[in-house]
């Protein structure tokens, strides 16, 4: 069960960790990071649904995603985080190696600056994407895409749910959800924070397994919000008392009334504060901020 923190540092060297499903997951702390952060939050970058297609004038809906990313690239590094997240849909439909290619290209200004964790989604293909964030001294990558990042407060869960390239419908699977479960229980009580790519309710395009994932993590009051992207709808709910969140995709909106952008973050163990960035769509709550307090 392969996890990979791409970070730019001396041509392009990667901060990697593997293992595999019948071990323990990879774990990393940024010791860049460590010792480093005076404040009481961590400040991150949340992007999702990128959709880089090969070809930079390839549009839908009249956006083009590579202009987009473009932009966002620009408005995060200007924001200076100390982290960023994509969590899925790097690439525009079935996730070739020209797309990835084209993506390493637009993301490499952020992972220069700092370290940048993705997850996967349906548009994506895993062997392609491992092929292209190749890790050093990588082992067998076949396995799901899952990664326990830690900071000084906080802890970030990197789930896969691509089962099917270019189907809609994502799966965590039973191996994947055993191994969640097993380190909810064994693992320290820091806030804890999970990101997958699909969303998590009952439709047929959703996560097919979101009732079991809610049935192991809503016992665990360290687990304070899970993060999604997929249906590109920029929305705030729970499910009991655990915040779900919904990012913005940048790529493109599938409905006008939706925003472009992403989020500008600022997460602590008690709190979070999500800023909009919008860049096109409905930007009519750009700039405007979301507080929610943890359980």
């Not at 001396?10 to 010791?31: D, E, H, M, Q, Y």
């Not at 965590?172 to 804890?192: D, F, I, M, V």
């Not at 602590?268 to 999500?274: D, H, I, N, Q, V």
């Amino acid at each position: 069960m392969p996890g990979i923190i791409y970070k730019s540092l001396n041509r392009r060297k990667f901060l990697t960790s593997t293992a595999k499903f019948a071990g323990v997951a990879a774990t990393v702390s940024p010791f860049n990071l460590m010792g480093q952060n005076k404040q009481d939050y961590h400040h991150l970058a949340l992007l999702s649904d990128t959709h880089i297609p090969a070809d930079e004038s390839e549009s839908y809906r009249d956006f083009f995603p590579v202009k987009n990313f473009e932009k966002v690239v620009g408005e995060v590094l200007n924001e200076k985080p100390e982290l960023s997240l994509i969590n899925g849909d790097l690439a525009r439909l079935t996730g070739e190696k020209a797309d990835y290619k084209k993506f390493s290209a637009l993301v490499q200004p952020i992972t220069d600056a700092h370290p940048v964790l993705m997850t996967l989604g349906n548009h994506d293909h895993r062997e392609n994407f491992h092929e292209a964030f190749k890790p050093e001294n990588q082992e067998d990558l076949k396995d799901k895409h899952v990664l326990i990042y830690e900071l000084p407060l906080i802890r970030i869960i990197i789930l896969d749910s691509l089962m099917y390239v270019n189907k809609t419908p994502g799966f965590l699977g039973e191996k994947q959800r055993e191994w969640l479960e097993n380190h909810l229980k064994e693992s320290s009580a820091k806030p804890t924070f999970i990101f997958v790519h699909h969303t998590l309710n009952e439709y047929d395009s959703a996560l097919l397994d979101f009732d079991r994932f809610f049935k192991i993590v809503l016992p665990h009051n360290k687990v304070k919000a899970v993060f999604h992207g997929h249906a590109h709808l920029y929305h705030y709910d729970k499910v009991e008392d655990l915040h779900v969140i919904g990012q913005p995709g940048i790529g493109y909106n599938f409905s006008d009334d939706q925003p472009v952008g992403w989020l500008d973050a600022k997460i602590s163990e008690k709190y979070g504060e999500f800023t909009l960035k919008a860049i096109a769509g409905n930007l009519e709550d750009n700039g405007k901020a979301v507080k929610l307090d943890w359980r």
